[in-house]
């Protein structure tokens, strides 16, 4: 999703699974190796899984996207936040998509999805269904009140099965968390921080779903995980989810049309390369993996291998960097890109940027 593109056709779940913790700006190891914050040794009752889920699944969606540029489809999960449609999913779950759809768990109808902003930075984006209307929406809580032990259950699309969600219960082990994260593709990573850390088995295709509590509300955005971890001996899962009043506030900005800062309101620019970011010892920057046909980066002439250093004079040392400069632009807006080739002579040029897929 965020810099490298699989070959072939397969099935991408968006999830973030490689999750690391970090501790003062400094990478630590894995997280399945890191003491996880203790536990209080009485923890509340856990959740009544009929119940909860009861509640929370008609205001879910399953959301499937095709990736036609990296010969992909992945799936994930959204939460609906109003009647005529309007989702809330995390942005790497319809990052790169040229086709979504999202099906309500509530009727069991597959609609077109359009995007309506995303914050890259903060891993949200909002989107509309197309022509739906009176469907359920989730109940929503707040995030200001949880506590460490604290009983949830993270809900999704586990797998990409579509059907009946995903249960996964545990409890919160940490609250304002910070990782760095990165897709299964094996791409470039991001950093996360002022998370909820739970003891739950998030999967893939739980991305975008709710993580809430034992009164069935919506508290956080299931965002990140890892598949194992290792603590005293015993093997589970955990996982990382967005606090949903942040979450609300990103959708807010969003839907108030406005954007700027992290946040970006329509069609994305486009260059049409896949990128991924430079490898240790290589010159710092963009590396370009891929460069797809009648594109603008084509016309101009950028081949694979080629290191994109900067635009319009703002330097770009990785793949983040690039993307973040994008989502400061629209379609048809003019640049200067600045790269080095193969050879590893500089070169420059104006271009002129597309309308492309999504993030």
Request: glycine share 16%; charged share 15%.
């Amino acid at each position: 999703m965020y810099a490298q593109h699989p070959r072939g056709r397969g099935r991408r779940l968006p999830a973030l699974l490689a999750a690391f913790l970090l501790f003062g700006g400094m990478l630590a190891a894995p997280a399945y190796a890191v003491p996880a914050p203790a536990i209080p040794p009485a923890p509340l009752a856990p959740l009544d899984q009929s119940a909860v889920l009861g509640q929370v699944t008609p205001g879910l969606v399953d959301i499937n996207t095709t990736l036609d540029y990296q010969g992909a489809v992945g799936a994930g999960t959204g939460i609906v936040l109003d009647p005529s449609g309007e989702v809330l999913t995390n942005n790497h779950v319809i990052e790169g998509a040229t086709q979504i759809t999202a099906t309500s768990l509530a009727n069991g109808r597959t609609y077109p999805v359009d995007v309506i902003g995303y914050d890259r930075t903060n891993d949200i984006a909002l989107v509309r269904m197309r022509g739906a209307s009176d469907l359920p929406v989730a109940s929503l809580g707040t995030s200001s009140g949880l506590a460490v032990g604290d009983p949830i259950a993270a809900i999704g699309n586990a797998g990409g099965a579509g059907g009946a969600p995903s249960f996964s219960p545990g409890t919160i082990t940490q609250l304002g968390a910070s990782v760095r994260a990165s897709d299964e593709s094996g791409g470039g990573s991001r950093e996360l921080s002022d998370l909820i850390r739970v003891a739950a088995d998030v999967r893939p295709g739980d991305s975008g779903g709710p993580l809430v509590n034992s009164g069935g509300q919506v508290v956080g955005v299931n965002v990140a995980a890892t598949l194992t971890y290792r603590m005293g001996g015993v093997r589970g899962g955990e996982g990382f989810a967005i606090p949903i009043d942040r979450a609300l506030g990103v959708a807010g900005q969003i839907r108030s049309g406005v954007g700027g800062g992290t946040v970006h309101i329509g069609d994305t620019a486009f260059i049409g390369v896949g990128i991924a970011d430079a490898v240790d010892g290589g010159p710092p920057g963009a590396v370009v993996r891929q460069v797809l046909p009648d594109t603008p980066a084509r016309n101009i002439g950028l081949m694979s291998g080629d290191v994109i250093t900067a635009v319009d004079g703002v330097t770009i040392n990785s793949a983040s960097d690039l993307s973040n400069v994008m989502d400061a632009h629209r379609p048809g807006d003019t640049i200067t890109l600045v790269w080095l080739d193969r050879a590893g002579n500089p070169q420059s040029a104006p271009l002129v940027l597309a309308a492309g897929p999504v993030g």
